[in-house]
């Protein structure tokens, strides 16, 4: 079992940039893909990036495809959002998520999330 603790959401004024972290305890989280979601008022859960266990492939919603870079460290357990020309319509609480699988996306340990607010 993963656990996880996100910190780095603030307030920021639209075309800002926040770097979301998300640091891991237990031994397998170098083994775990990643995965960072959100979460706005009323809407679904959504995934916005994931990452494999070595870095060597990641994806992105269409919606943060060139503004959004999801990174990891295995060194310090460690997961990163960088998000850049933030938009009002990224304001949402933001959790990262830990996958059973080193390249398969099925997710079972979830951090208490991190709520970023642009203004516009």
């Known amino acids: 079992q993963v656990q996880l603790v996100e910190s780095g959401g603030g307030l920021v004024q639209a075309g800002g940039s926040l770097r979301l972290s998300c640091k891991a305890t237990?031994?397998?989280?170098?083994?775990?893909?990643m995965g960072w979601f959100r979460q706005a008022p009323g809407k679904e859960r959504q995934l916005v990036a994931a990452?494999?266990?070595?870095?060597?492939?990641?994806n992105y919603t269409d919606s943060v495809k060139g503004r959004f870079t999801i990174s990891r460290d295995n060194g310090k357990n460690t997961v990163y959002l960088q998000m850049n020309s933030l938009e009002a319509e990224d304001t949402a609480v933001y959790y990262c998520?830990?996958?059973?699988?080193?390249?398969?996306?099925?997710?079972?340990?979830w951090g208490q999330g991190t709520q970023v607010t642009v203004s516009s």
């Open positions: 237990g031994r397998t989280f170098s083994a775990s893909a």
């Open positions: 998520a830990a996958s059973y699988y080193s390249d398969y996306l099925e997710f079972g340990s």
């Open positions: 990452i494999n266990w070595n870095g060597r492939h990641t």
